[in-house]
């Protein structure tokens, strides 16, 4: 029994060595505080490669991460950000995974109280431009798709489209509220403005109608609500 004791104990020490290792193995790149919480994002060169939490001294949870290299120190944070994601008071955090243009796409982890673990969120995770909005009670992610189609050897006409959606949470689930959109076609130069409301009975969006703009009525008209994610 005793000789089964010290081998445990062993073991112990040595899985505590291990993971001291290799959270010691990449230099630390950004970090900050919440709640008496210092949430440290860790890598080499400019390359996010894992999160740990500590409290105090005592690592509380850490987790390798893979992200793109294009990400690189990305606004500074090199892509990582503590916020409150679905407004319980407990902090959670994003990662951006990758990044296209204006578009990064985030995987999201939040706080569980009953585990008192963080637990990666399968409806948040995905989703590019992930922005918590605490006086909307709201989480705003954002697209943009391109489309072309080519007629023979001539140049293609294609469409352009910028997308917000707003969602909200409900008995813990995030549920799709509404979305707004600007899409330009080439072909008729012209911008359509879109909003449209989700049905949740039927389970898709319904869109409200849409207003066309001249490039000239697009430049004159306030856009930054659907680019809510620039400084």
């Not at 112990?12 to 900050?32: Q, W």
């Not at 409150?84 to 990758?98: C, I, K, M, R």
């Not at 909307?136 to 001539?154: C, I, M, R």
């Not at 009525?217 to 856009?223: I, N």
Request: aromatic share 16%; proline share 1%; hydrophobic share 35%.
């Amino acid at each position: 029994m005793k000789k089964a004791l010290i081998w445990l104990f062993l073991a112990a020490t040595l899985l505590l060595c291990f993971s001291s290792c290799a959270t010691e193995s990449y230099d630390l790149l950004y970090s900050t505080e919440q709640n008496g919480i210092t949430f440290c994002a860790r890598g080499s060169g400019t390359r996010l490669r894992q999160i740990v939490i500590k409290k105090g001294d005592a690592i509380i949870w850490s987790k390798q991460v893979h992200v793109d290299e294009a990400v690189g120190n990305l606004n500074g944070t090199y892509g990582f950000a503590v916020t409150d994601l679905n407004f319980d008071g407990h902090p959670d955090f994003t990662v951006a995974e990758s990044v296209d243009g204006e578009c990064a796409t985030y995987r999201c982890w939040l706080y569980n109280t009953v585990r008192d673990s963080y637990i990666e969120s399968e409806e948040l995770s995905g989703l590019c431009n992930v922005q918590a909005d605490e006086e909307l009670q709201a989480v705003f992610s954002f697209s943009h798709t391109y489309e072309a189609e080519a007629y023979g050897e001539a140049s293609a006409a294609y469409s352009e489209c910028d997308r917000a959606t707003k969602y909200v949470w409900e008995n813990g689930e995030l549920i799709p509220e509404m979305y707004v959109s600007i899409t330009y076609y080439s072909e008729a130069k012209r911008y359509c403005y879109e909003v449209a409301s989700y049905d949740r009975t039927l389970g898709k969006f319904i869109e409200s109608g849409d207003k066309w703009l001249t490039p000239e009525e697009y430049e004159k008209t306030d856009m930054s609500f659907l680019y809510y994610y620039r400084d």
